[in-house]
């Protein structure tokens, strides 16, 4: 069955500092990868997606993922986090009408 | 317009009461999904509507009741609801099927849901 791993339950670094979110899928064939972010209270926003071609994605608010087939990863980086950037992050496998999601990374930033 | 409305905001019920969330997305988008999201856990799957037709019920209580009047429109009634019930309801829609994007969803606010 298709299931995503996020090791990571809360993740502290300080404003400035570069960020890494992990995510493990498990999934046959090739998945729609996304990962979601969810302010306090609120819905949840798109950062990136991955279907094909370029492994390396680019997204909105500075985030890259990478997708890595051999590991079956798709982590979420940014080279210098801000103070908004707090918040809940959900990586997610799409396939089939529904999208799978990781139990979420709780972000803190440090002034 | 690329986004989903929500309404209410936050809604507090009593476990008699019936009452109705609604959704709203112009963006040509064909299908429609309801979440339960709880404090601190991702949100679960609940409904799933293509071309208004339900299409995915994730053995959901009978208490809830979706309904997809249109192709623009989703609601979810509730009628006697338990307190375990109260979390954070989103709605998303999605293009279907026949781009890749189909499943990338976009989701609304959602509406805080209380049931005493």
């Known amino acids: 069955a298709q299931s995503v791993t996020q090791p990571d339950i809360h993740i502290t670094v300080s404003e400035g500092a570069s960020l890494e979110l992990r995510c493990n899928y498990s999934?046959?064939?090739?998945?729609?990868l996304f990962w979601y972010v969810q302010s306090p209270g609120q819905g949840l926003q798109l950062l990136l997606k991955?279907?094909?071609?370029?492994?390396l994605v680019q997204g909105i608010k500075g985030f890259e993922a990478e997708f890595k087939r051999s590991q079956s990863s798709f982590n979420l980086r940014k080279p210098s986090v801000h103070w908004s950037d707090a918040a809940e992050y959900f990586c997610a496998v799409g396939r089939d009408d529904k999208i799978i999601f990781g139990k979420g990374t709780r972000l803190h930033i440090l002034p | 317009d690329t986004e989903v409305t929500q309404t209410p905001k936050h809604l507090v019920m009593g476990m008699t009461n019936k009452k109705s969330l609604k959704c709203e997305q112009h963006?040509?988008?064909?299908?429609m999904y309801w979440y339960k999201q709880k404090a601190k856990k991702p949100p679960e799957l609940m409904f799933v509507y293509s071309y208004e037709k339900l299409s995915i019920n994730e053995s959901v209580p009978s208490r809830f009741s979706p309904e997809c009047p249109n192709s623009s429109l989703l609601n979810l009634h509730l009628h006697a609801l338990q307190p375990e019930d109260s979390a954070l309801y989103l709605c998303a829609s999605s293009q279907y099927k026949t781009t890749p994007s189909y499943n990338e969803q976009f989701f609304g606010p959602g509406t805080r849901l209380t049931v005493l």
């Open positions: 991955y279907f094909s071609g370029d492994t």
């Open positions: 999934y046959g064939a090739t998945p729609y």
């Open positions: 963006m040509g988008h064909r299908a």
